[in-house]
């Protein structure tokens, strides 16, 4: 393990547990690892009774799990014997993360007797012993009961931070004595696998209701809207629990619904899931109430739209009328509406064709990088700071979902330990501002470096290259050691120049790529307050993408301020950057926006790129990668 890595222990259910959380959980653990940790989950080998759970708690034996297990599993935790949590606790004490996902409220008690003997408690903000992150997927469940509100509050005060997944789940949170609240993005953590071919479909809209059936899904409301409107079909799959269920049995059997509903109770296993979404066009997720939930995602991974109630983080995850609809909660009338615009082919074919599939990347890498950050004793956000608020620049949506700017970068400042404690002197000589990749000795190089320097792995070694050299222009930065400098990231999750920033003491904020792949976005932030931007995205470059980051940089920056970004040159499509020509074009428009470049792209530039250009033997591919390094006059 390198110098910038933790040791952290993810405490939560995981297979043969099913559900969401369960996948996430497990998914969390690999992502950590990924990002070079050293990571151990500690699971449950006896999760809560069945009256808490009615219905069945684990995949079936003969079912596969809803994602690939995580190897180093511990399944120690068990509700029956609160002793277990003593002793598990204890081997958890020269750990540098402890990081808690919240099911229920009644295992609020068994976490804490697990943290206490871990050393954590009401003196962790001294920085003594592990620190202590909650994850709450849900703050409350949707059906409370008495007590739920104290607990909570008891086990907010006695950690050091808590990770939500929505606003309203962070003001929920604040008012239960939670101080220092961060929200971010739910990642994708899909069951069911890749998306499988489908038949033509030339009729009314096929809807699916999928996973567990409970009250809040507002599955019922769906039916009697359905009762309105002819020919449309629904599909109910999985878990049916209680009264909800009753209903929606009874309703089913309507006349006016006679078949045209199916219901498949039971759980669905994971195999099953990619089949069953390829036979519907929409997934319906007309819920009463929500938090945050990842059914967006899945049902756009597998070219479904969506119509879902405006609750939770649906309205951002969901474009009205162009990848889905929106209704409000329980309203009948307007579901009646959607369905009838469904009910033609042509508006079910119109828009399916609006459905994008989802990064299921850079939401994982922000959310690990939040949790980096969250591992410093110094990272304790303003107390009376308001709720964050979900924000949007003028060219799309914001891609950190975890505060306003502001309140983010105070606590990303807060210097992660350990970190890597980096200068100039610790870079290869031949790492430069600006610079050409023609070789693949020159890749391979870079990764070299990249572990003798310290620094967490990366994907692959060409985004290596690219972010090495990114990050030794930010680490020649004068700061005087200090790592304040304002940085946005708009990389996308398969750079690891976020990772090795934040193993530096930095505190990237990092951006999404939204709408066309090309097209950055930004924060709203005021002209001239960004210290360093980067774009290392190698993969598209066009024109306008150029011209457009170009533009964002140029009123982004402070005077003296950088950008590196980088560029695929030559090949014959229309997306790269022909040549040496072509590029002190794209340094010129640079120059138009005040930005200067930061070395020389002529003498052994230029001749590195001729020579890539002879070698190259697939005239569609790009034969180069140039990383430019830009200041803000």
Known sequence: MSDASLKIAVVGPTHPYKGGVASHTTTLAHELEAAGHDVTLVSWSHLYPSFFYPGEQSVPSSGDPDVPPFPRTVRALSWARPDSLVRAGRRLRDVDLIIVVHVIPPVVPLHLTLLRAAGVGRTAMTGRGPRSVVIAHNVLPHEPHPGDAALMRTFFRRVDAVVVHSAEQSRLARELDAEHVVVTDLPPHLPGGDPVGRRDHHGPARLLALGLVRGYKGIDVLLRAMMRVPDVTLTVAGEIWGDAGDEIRRLAEHRDLRGRVQ???????????????????????????????????????????????????????????????????????????????????????????????????????????????????????????????????????????????????????????????????????????????????????????????????????????????????????????????????????????????????????????????????????????????????????????VDETLTQAGWALRAGGLLCLTLPIGGDTGDAIGGAADLRAVIARAAEAGLDLVGDVDGDLTARLRHASRVTSDPDAAHALVRLTLRRR
């Open 263 to 545: 219901i498949h109770s039971g759980y669905v296993p994971a195999e099953r899931i990619a089949p069953l979404l390829a036979q519907h066009d929409v997934l319906s997720l007309t819920y009463r109430s929500a938090t945050a939930s990842q059914n967006v995602l899945l049902a756009h991974q597998h070219g479904l739209a969506v119509l879902a109630s405006d609750v939770g983080t649906f309205g951002d995850q969901v474009r009205d009328d162009q990848d889905g609809y929106l209704v409000p909660p329980e309203d009948e009338d307007a579901i009646v509406q959607v369905l009838q615009r469904l009910v033609d082919p042509a508006e079910v074919a119109r828009i399916r064709a609006g459905v994008t599939p989802p990064d299921l990347q850079a939401p994982w890498a922000r959310y690990v990088g939040t949790l980096e950050a969250l591992s410093s004793p110094d990272a304790i956000a303003d107390p009376t700071l308001p709720a964050p608020v979900r924000r949007r620049s003028r060219l799309g949506r914001v891609a950190d979902r975890a505060e306003d700017l502001a309140t983010f970068v105070r606590l990303a400042r807060a210097r992660r330990r350990p970190r890597l404690d980096l200068d100039r002197s610790d870079f290869p000589s031949w790492v430069r501002a600006t610079d050409v990749l023609a070789h693949d000795d020159d890749a391979r190089a870079a990764r070299e470096a990249a572990r003798e320097i310290g620094l967490p792995r990366g994907s692959d070694e060409i985004t290596e290259w690219a972010a090495l050299g990114a990050l030794e222009v930010l680490v020649s930065m004068r700061d005087q050691g200090r790592r304040e400098a304002l940085i946005i990231d708009a990389s996308g999750g398969g750079s690891p120049f976020g990772r090795w920033a934040r193993a530096a003491g930095y505190a990237p904020v990092e951006v999404e790529l939204t709408g066309a792949r090309s097209s950055m976005t930004l924060l709203d932030v005021d002209t001239a307050t960004l210290d360093f931007v980067t774009r290392l995205h190698p993969d598209d470059a066009s024109a306008t993408d």
